[in-house]
């Protein structure tokens, strides 16, 4: 339902934080589409200019999960015409070969992006790792100097899941502007590069986490909620105000083997709007990652959230 505003009349004719709920669900399949069909045109385009981006996966983990999670990168890259492959390194690979192999990956001409999977070996952590990846290839920016750059305003590729949150907010019509947003989590993949990109589209920002004081308190008073913890349910009708709107970012692996994310699924009984789970943000990351293989094919590391305010 994409065209909805958040000001004014906000959300299918609801007031945002008023008592009348529109029961939106922020959908992404359609947006995730839009961004594919589009990349698969763009492919075609470097194509027959010569160039065809070709994207390297680097994992050093049997994790079942990432291992999924990498298969279904590598088949929509291969679904749109982006060369696709995976460096497997081991479960046990050593810090200091993850760097080598970063390393010699962004030195390669013909490798337009290099995505890092996760997670890694007992000891070694992404910072530490991922510095290696020159920032015009870091397709879901992972170096540290990416982030750097993205909160400068400076050319490089945000965090794909983070980007995918915005770009869901935009694809339904949600104005953040001079809104207060709660985003619960602050990982280096989501929540503090979300944040940054919120604040360029001029929101207010909270950043909670494991041990903010009152979390349902902070929640409560959001015009806009991200939920991006990792644990299932975590954020209840308690924790939303009426009217607010809900983004879910959680991907969590129930008993069942289903997913759930980390909104309870009552909480639509009191928010104007809340992202599905599956079928929200997950599809509109991966369709995000392929968009930035393409901008790294043609040496643009853009950065994403608009341009940044000074004030």
């Given at each position: 339902?994409s065209?909805?505003?958040l000001s004014?009349?906000?959300?299918?004719?609801t007031?945002l934080?008023?008592?009348?709920?529109?029961?939106?669900e922020?959908?992404?399949?359609?947006l995730?589409?839009?961004?594919?069909a589009?990349?698969?045109e763009r492919?075609?385009a470097?194509a027959?200019a010569?160039?065809?981006?070709r994207v390297?996966?680097?994992?050093?983990?049997?994790?079942?999960?990432?291992a999924w999670y990498?298969d279904s990168?590598v088949?929509?890259?291969?679904?749109v015409?982006?060369?696709?492959?995976?460096t497997a390194?081991?479960a046990d690979?050593a810090a200091?070969?993850?760097?080598a192999?970063?390393?010699?990956?962004?030195?390669?001409p013909d490798?337009?992006?290099?995505?890092l999977?996760?997670?890694l070996p007992p000891?070694?952590t992404?910072?530490?790792?991922?510095?290696?990846?020159a920032?015009?290839?870091d397709l879901?920016?992972?170096?540290?100097l990416?982030?750097?750059r993205?909160?400068?305003?400076?050319p490089?590729f945000?965090?794909a899941?983070a980007?995918a949150?915005?770009?869901?907010l935009?694809?339904?019509g949600i104005?953040v502007?001079g809104?207060?947003?709660?985003?619960?989590g602050?990982?280096?993949?989501?929540g503090r590069?979300l944040a940054?990109?919120?604040?360029r589209?001029?929101?207010?920002v909270t950043?909670?986490?494991?041990v903010?004081?009152?979390?349902?308190g902070?929640?409560?008073r959001a015009?806009?909620?991200?939920a991006a913890v990792?644990r299932?349910g975590l954020?209840?009708?308690?924790?939303v105000?009426?009217?607010?709107?809900v983004v879910?970012?959680g991907?969590n692996?129930?008993?069942?083997?289903?997913?759930?994310g980390?909104?309870d699924p009552?909480v639509?009984?009191?928010?104007?709007?809340?992202s599905?789970?599956?079928?929200?943000?997950?599809p509109?990351?991966?369709a995000?990652?392929?968009?930035?293989?393409?901008?790294?094919?043609?040496?643009?590391a853009v950065?994403a959230?608009?341009?940044?305010g000074?004030e």
């Open positions: 339902m065209g909805a505003e004014g009349t906000g959300l299918g004719g007031e934080g008023g008592t009348e709920l529109g029961g939106t922020l959908g992404g399949t359609e995730a589409a839009g961004l594919r589009r990349v698969a492919v075609t470097l027959a010569g160039c065809r981006p390297v996966v680097v994992t050093a983990t049997d994790d079942p999960a990432g990498v990168v088949r929509a890259c291969t679904r015409g982006i060369d696709a492959e995976v390194l081991g690979a200091d070969r993850i760097r192999t970063l390393a010699e990956l962004s030195a390669a490798v337009s992006g290099i995505i999977a996760t997670p000891g070694v992404v910072p530490d790792v991922a510095e290696c990846i920032v015009g290839t879901d920016g992972a170096n540290p990416s982030l750097g993205l909160v400068a305003g400076l490089a945000a965090p899941t980007e949150v915005v770009r869901l935009d694809h339904h104005d502007r809104r207060e947003v709660v985003v619960v602050r990982s280096l993949v989501v590069p940054h990109l919120l604040l589209r001029d929101a207010t950043i909670a986490h494991s903010t004081r009152d979390l349902p902070v929640t409560a015009d806009v909620v991200v990792g299932a954020i209840g009708p308690g924790h105000q009426r009217g607010a709107v879910d970012v991907t692996v129930t008993a069942g083997g289903t997913l759930a980390d909104v009552a639509a009984q009191v928010a104007a709007a809340l599905p789970v599956p079928g929200g943000v997950g509109v990351t991966t995000v990652l392929l968009e930035h293989a393409v901008e790294a094919a043609r040496g643009l950065p959230g608009g341009p940044a000074q």
